[in-house]
């Protein structure tokens, strides 16, 4: 996994390819659910789809995306003093600047870094029902 920087270069077209589509899709629900794996030592670890690309929780609270095949975590204080040479970069445009964790097959590094993380951020807040 660590040699496959980039699983799905972009996802085919379906009505171009439905077959490539189908296998670009299923690579990418793969890569998502070994990135929910891989941090699972933090806690209960969700993924959600989000405008193409992917959300991801650890115990409710949104960490980071994946985005073009890639890690990006929000830079918390507490993620700087664990890796402060982390790589930094935007998952797309016109979004805050995100770790972007390569080491992905670094389980308990991994695990570790989300944990320290998501104790520096805030819980959500409640979603107001409709209609009240």
């Known amino acids: 996994m660590a040699n496959d920087k980039k699983l799905v270069k ?14 670009d ?15 699972s030592g933090a806690g209960n ?29 929000k830079i ?6 664990l890796m402060p040479d982390l790589e930094k970069g935007a998952p797309y445009k016109g979004a ?3 770790f972007i964790f390569t080491e992905i097959d670094e389980k308990e590094l991994l695990s570790e870094f989300v944990r320290a993380t998501c104790e520096d951020l805030p819980m959500p807040k409640p979603k107001k029902k409709k209609g009240v």
């Open 10 to 23: 972009s996802i085919t077209s379906r009505d171009e390819d439905f077959a490539q589509w189908f296998t």
């Open 96 to 98: 805050k600047e995100h």
């Open 76 to 81: 918390t204080e507490k993620g700087k003093a």
């Open 45 to 73: 670890i969700t993924a959600r789809k989000m405008f193409g690309e992917y959300g991801i929780y650890c115990d409710g609270k949104i960490f980071g995306l994946i985005c073009d095949d890639q890690l990006f975590i």
């Open 25 to 39: 899709i299923c690579l990418k629900a793969e890569l998502v659910d070994y990135i929910a794996e891989q941090c």
